[in-house]
């Protein structure tokens, strides 16, 4: 058990440390919804054995809860429609994943985003 948790806890804390190279290319704003406020970077799956920015976002308290799979009015999350043509493959991946759950909800303009959506080749097979 303590070494599951040991596992953990540096596991967080290398996650931790991605937050200056993240927040550098963020410009210190949610990569999701361009908010400054309480950044924290979240991992996206597949996890790499280790942290990885290429595999991680910063994003703000909200943008994460989304992310964990907090369900939020789907009117009040439009802000995706822009974000969905981030040039940062990650975020994009991550972007699309959302979008493709509200699109699947029936959510009117998630349909016609991912309509309009070209996706490269690599992000795709990611996504
Ligand atoms: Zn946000």
């Not at 309480?38 to 809860?65: F, K, N, W």
């Not at 429609?81 to 040039?87: D, K, L, P």
């Not at 493709?100 to 998630?110: F, H, K, S, V």
């Amino acid at each position: 058990m303590a070494r599951g948790r040991d596992a953990h806890q540096a596991r967080v804390a290398a996650t931790a440390a991605l937050g200056r190279t993240l927040s550098r290319r963020a410009r210190n704003r949610c990569e999701l919804c361009n908010s400054k406020t309480s950044l924290a970077v979240v991992e996206i799956a597949p996890l790499p054995e280790e942290p990885d920015p290429e595999q991680a976002v910063i994003v703000c308290s909200r943008c994460a809860a989304l992310l964990s799979g907090r369900r939020e009015e789907p009117a009040t999350l439009r802000f995706l429609e822009e974000t969905i043509w981030a040039e940062i493959a990650i975020v994009q991946i991550a972007v699309v994943r959302l979008v493709r759950g509200l699109a699947a909800e029936r959510i009117d303009w998630a349909e016609r985003v991912l309509e309009g959506l070209y996706l490269d080749p690599e992000v795709e097979e990611r996504v």
